[in-house]
T-cell receptor, first 114, second 116 residues
Framework: ELKVEQNPLFLSMQEGKNYTIYCNYSTTSDRLYWYRQDPGKSLESLFVLLSNGAVKQEGRLMASLDTKARLSTLHITAAVHDLSATYFCAVDAFYGGSQGNLIFGKGTKLSVKP | DAGVIQSPRHEVTEMGQEVTLRCKPISGHDYLFWYRQTMMRGLELLIYFNNNVPIDDSGMPEDRFSAKMPNASFSTLKIQPSEPRDSAVYFC??????????????FGDGTRLSIL
C-alpha cells in the first residue's frame, strides 16, 4: 500500500527566510503533484513532476523529484505572507494498484509572519 | 474555462436524512474523483470513475455511501442515511487521463457538509 508522508506538518516562518518541505513516499511512482489549499478553499495545482530529477519553479516556490530516494521537496525562497497556506503532495498510485489514484500526504500548514 | 462545479456549497441537515452532492466535471475530462477531507483523516479518495464507469470504490466508507455517473457531465455522491460522522468537506475533481503528460486533477470548490 502506497503511503505518503510530509514533514513538517506545521511550519511557522518569518518573511524573507528560506525553508524546505519534504514529501516521502513508500513505493515506486513516476509522477508527483504539489497542491496549495487556502483556508476554506479548493486545492490548486502547483506542480506536476514526471521524472527523476525533475525540477520546476514558479515564483518563490521550487519543487524537485528524486524517484530513487522516493522523495520530493518544495523549497520556499524569501517567504512572503501570501505564501501562507497548506501545501499537499500527492503521488500517483498506479504502480501500487489503482490507475489514476492519487494518494495525498497530510499537508504542511505554512504560516509566514512579518 | 469553467472549472469543476459542485453543488451545493454548504449543506446542513439532520442525521438520518438523505444527502445528495453533485458534480459537473470539466468538459472533456474522462476521469472523475470524489474525495472527503476532515481534520482527523486528511484528504481521502472515496471513488473514481473513468469514462463514467466506477473504477475503484474501495474508499467508500460503508454501504450508506453511493456514487453514480450517468453521463460524462454529471456525477452524484449520495449518503443515506446520513450520520454526524459524515460531516466533512467533499471535493470532486476531474482530469484527463492521468498518464497524459502534465495533467493534474482539477478540484471543485467543495461541499461543506454538516450533519446534526
Amino acid at each position: 500500500e502506497l503511503k505518503v508522508e510530509q514533514n513538517p506538518l506545521f511550519l511557522s516562518m518569518q518573511e524573507g527566510k528560506n525553508y524546505t518541505i519534504y514529501c516521502n513516499y513508500s513505493t515506486t511512482s513516476d509522477r508527483l503533484y504539489w497542491y496549495r489549499q487556502d483556508p476554506g478553499k479548493s486545492l490548486e495545482s502547483l506542480f506536476v513532476l514526471l521524472s527523476n530529477g525533475a525540477v520546476k519553479q514558479e515564483g518563490r516556490l521550487m519543487a524537485s523529484l528524486d524517484t530513487k530516494a522516493r522523495l520530493s521537496t518544495l523549497h520556499i525562497t524569501a517567504a512572503v505572507h501570501d505564501l501562507s497556506a497548506t501545501y499537499f503532495c500527492a503521488v500517483d498510485a498506479f504502480y501500487g494498484g489503482s490507475q489514476g489514484n492519487l494518494i495525498f500526504g497530510k499537508g504542511t500548514k505554512l504560516s509566514v509572519k512579518p | 474555462d469553467a472549472g469543476v462545479i459542485q453543488s451545493p456549497r454548504h449543506e446542513v441537515t439532520e442525521m438520518g436524512q438523505e444527502v445528495t452532492l453533485r458534480c459537473k466535471p470539466i468538459s472533456g475530462h474522462d476521469y472523475l474523483f470524489w474525495y472527503r477531507q476532515t481534520m482527523m483523516r486528511g484528504l481521502e479518495l472515496l471513488i473514481y470513475f473513468n469514462n463514467n464507469v466506477p473504477i475503484d470504490d474501495s474508499g467508500m466508507p460503508e454501504d450508506r455511501f453511493s456514487a453514480k455517473m450517468p453521463n460524462a457531465s454529471f456525477s452524484t455522491l449520495k449518503i443515506q442515511p446520513s450520520e454526524p460522522r459524515d460531516s466533512a468537506v467533499y471535493f470532486c475533481a476531474s482530469s484527463l487521463s492521468p498518464h497524459s503528460l502534465n495533467q493534474p486533477q482539477h478540484f471543485g470548490d467543495g461541499t461543506r457538509l454538516s450533519i446534526l
